[in-house]
Nanobody, 124 residues
Framework: QVQLVESGGGLVQAGGSLRLSCAAS????????MGWFRQAPGKERELVAG????????YYTDSVKGRFTISRDNTKNTVYLQMNSLKPEDTAVYYC?????????????????WGQGTQVTVSS
């Protein structure tokens, strides 16, 4: 079993930045892709960004391209989401998830381990 713990969420003004961190337990962290999901009130959870097992490939949903950057440090068992130029529509609970493969997959069902989530609120 893998345990994931998110941190770094909070309240920020539009145009500001936040950096989310996800600390993972277990010795197989470097064997699978990781993803950041978010869920706003009344909406379905969506994949915001993904990163392959060694960081060689990344994925971003269209609404965050150019503003968000996902990265990972396998020596520290940690994945990050740097969020710049934040907009009110970015307000959501952000979840860290571990995939079941080395490559990035889009379906939520392919992610086997989930953190508890961290709230990000962007004010106008």
């Amino acid at each position: 079993q893998v345990q994931l713990v998110e941190s770094g969420g909070g309240l920020v003004q539009a145009g500001g930045s936040l950096r989310l961190s996800c600390a993972a337990s277990g010795r197989t962290f470097d064997s699978y892709a990781m993803g950041w999901f978010r869920q706003a009130p009344g909406k379905e959870r969506e994949l915001v960004a993904g990163i392959s097992w060694n960081g060689g490939s990344t994925y971003y949903t269209d609404s965050v391209k150019g503003r968000f950057t996902i990265s990972r440090d396998n020596t520290k068992n940690t994945v990050y989401l740097q969020m710049n130029s934040l907009k009110p529509e970015d307000t959501a609970v952000y979840y860290c998830a571990a995939g079941s493969t080395r490559v990035i997959l889009l379906p939520e069902r392919t992610y086997n381990y989930w953190g508890q989530g961290t709230q990000v609120t962007v004010s106008s």
